[in-house]
């Protein structure tokens, strides 16, 4: 799951059901976090910049002291691709320390 | 210069001179930074987290690869204050490697 | 316990007690943190980076892929003091993601 | 230039003449970077770390302030490869700012 391939819809109805907290759409996947303090969402933001850079694919992202909003979409392709929903199971992994 | 004042009318007009590529108003301190890479952004933005977190005041921030959007202003005083006009001539600094 | 007081030998028994799996001595304090990978080490080693330029006070550490080793000490107090103390306790707490 | 194949002696003698600043044995690559503060430093280890986790390839450093010392070698080659001579002089444009 990690070519940029545009997903079709019968895939990103299936993303939905893994992908529960976030927003799917075929134009993009979304999904506002919240932790406790900056600390804790710094580091989570240092996770998703390694994994960021290691697959050149790097998130439209916002924070704001305990808040990042998170949104993933494949630029050239013009919406969500395999690789964004690659990177969404890992970025969803990472906001709960695993 | 770090205090959570309110800035007047006349020191904004002074911070304008000083902040040259900052947009500056009586709300918010706002610039646009456009660095090679996200590498450099992301050491920039580094360098922005250990300065936020040292004052206890952190940015409304957001970026995508190598750009970085840096908004500053003080919620519980609806403004921008000293604190603010402090960070962004530090975050001015920090942009430039200094 | 954030002064730059250097602890007396009760304290440090005491300290003993609370930092089960840190190496206590009146000379400085020592840990060695195992991750399950460089993301997680990475993302540790953030927050302690924030914590330290916050209190101006930076530890001496080391780390290769998922290892991190940390001393504490006092340079210009040539021993454990009250901060070592405080920023051990703060550390061993953002190990387990608190 | 980024295979895990180790260095001969001839392409070593070249690599003291590129990396003049660093130890080069054939053991290993390694070399202290001295910054102007903490800020500096960590900013750079962030570039270093993005690098790092995007060929897999980690190094063995320690952090005091503003000093850095970087120690690269390829452990299950048992020596210096093609790609610690690779970081090596991509982690000494990063430490200029580049």
């Known amino acids: 799951m990690k070519n940029r391939i545009l997903l079709d819809s019968a895939t990103l109805d299936l993303l939905r059901l893994q992908l529960t907290n976030w927003e799917v759409t075929p134009q993009a996947l979304k999904r506002l976090y919240v932790f406790s303090n900056f600390s804790e969402a710094w580091a989570f933001m240092n996770r998703v910049a390694l994994l960021a850079e290691k697959h050149d694919h790097h998130p ?39």
Not at 66 to 71: A, C, D, F, M, Q
Not at 72 to 92: K, N, S
């Open 60 to 98: 439209n992202w916002s924070n704001v002291y305990n808040r990042v909003e998170i949104t993933l979409f494949t630029h050239d392709r013009g919406g969500v691709t395999e690789l964004d929903a690659y990177m969404a199971a890992e970025i969803e992994r990472m906001a709960f320390g695993k």
